[in-house]
């Protein structure tokens, strides 16, 4: 057996070698075709064809179409209110405000906004992230110009004008990435 099948596998690898091993190709097509579905003639009657196709004898068979006009409707008026003392607090105007200091925990930003003075300017804190650091801001006051605030930093404790504050923009804390700005008085 084992002879055989080396005989055998010789002589298709010879087969294959030699230049008279023919190999016969065929392919196979096949058309499809498509019914054509008939058009019939539309149904016209007896009188109609006689007189031929006309105005008068088309028009009782056509739906006509107007536009649609649509009624004003009448609109319900509007009261025109105020704000509230509570939406005047939450958007506060544009302004400046003095960045007293820069701390790593919540627990120091309550220490800080405790010790700045109370009544007539308002404290903030704002939270963002540096270099994967996470920082609070204490901040205060709002000031209409840059001016008022650096001047605002000569009326502070002397304890938090050694910590060397500066005049922020609040419309730049807004825009900010981290805009999380929160009024703690």
Same mark, same amino acid.
Do not use: H
């Given at each position: 057996?084992? /002879?055989?099948?080396?005989? @055998?596998?010789?002589?298709?690898?010879?087969?294959?070698?030699?230049? $008279?091993? &023919? *190999?016969? #190709?065929?392919? %196979?097509?096949?058309?499809? $075709?498509?019914?054509?579905?008939?058009?019939?003639?539309? &149904?016209?009657?007896?009188?109609?064809?006689?007189?031929?196709?006309?105005?008068?004898? !088309?028009?009782?068979?056509?739906? /006509?179409?107007?536009?649609?006009?649509?009624?004003?409707?009448?609109?319900?008026? #509007?009261?025109? *209110?105020?704000?509230?003392?509570?939406?005047?607090?939450?958007?506060? =105007?544009? @302004?400046?405000?003095?960045?007293?200091?820069? #701390? @790593?925990?919540? *627990?120091?930003?309550?220490?800080?906004? =405790?010790?700045?003075?109370?009544?007539?300017?308002?404290?903030? %804190?704002?939270?963002?992230? &540096?270099?994967?650091?996470?920082?609070?801001? !204490? +901040?205060? @006051? $709002?000031?209409?110009? =840059?001016?008022?605030? /650096?001047?605002?930093?000569?009326? +502070?404790?002397?304890?938090?004008?050694?910590?060397?504050?500066? &005049?922020?923009?609040?419309?730049?804390? /807004?825009?900010?990435?981290?805009?999380?700005?929160?009024?703690?008085?």
């Amino acid at each position: 057996m084992k /002879k055989i099948a080396i005989v @055998g596998l010789s002589v298709l690898l010879s087969a294959c070698v030699s230049s $008279d091993y &023919v *190999t016969d #190709v065929s392919s %196979e097509s096949y058309r499809e $075709d498509y019914k054509t579905a008939k058009v019939e003639k539309p &149904v016209v009657s007896q009188q109609k064809m006689t007189e031929g196709v006309t105005e008068k004898n !088309v028009e009782p068979n056509v739906v /006509k179409m107007a536009p649609v006009v649509e009624q004003p409707k009448s609109k319900p008026a #509007v009261a025109i *209110t105020p704000p509230s003392a509570k939406q005047k607090a939450m958007n506060s =105007r544009y @302004g400046f405000t003095i960045q007293v200091v820069a #701390v @790593g925990s919540q *627990t120091k930003v309550d220490q800080f906004a =405790r010790k700045l003075p109370r009544g007539e300017q308002p404290i903030w %804190e704002n939270y963002k992230m &540096v270099n994967g650091t996470k920082w609070y801001t !204490v +901040l205060y @006051g $709002d000031y209409a110009t =840059r001016m008022d605030a /650096k001047e605002a930093i000569a009326s +502070l404790p002397e304890e938090f004008q050694n910590l060397k504050p500066f &005049v922020k923009s609040i419309d730049a804390i /807004k825009n900010s990435e981290y805009p999380t700005l929160n009024k703690l008085n």
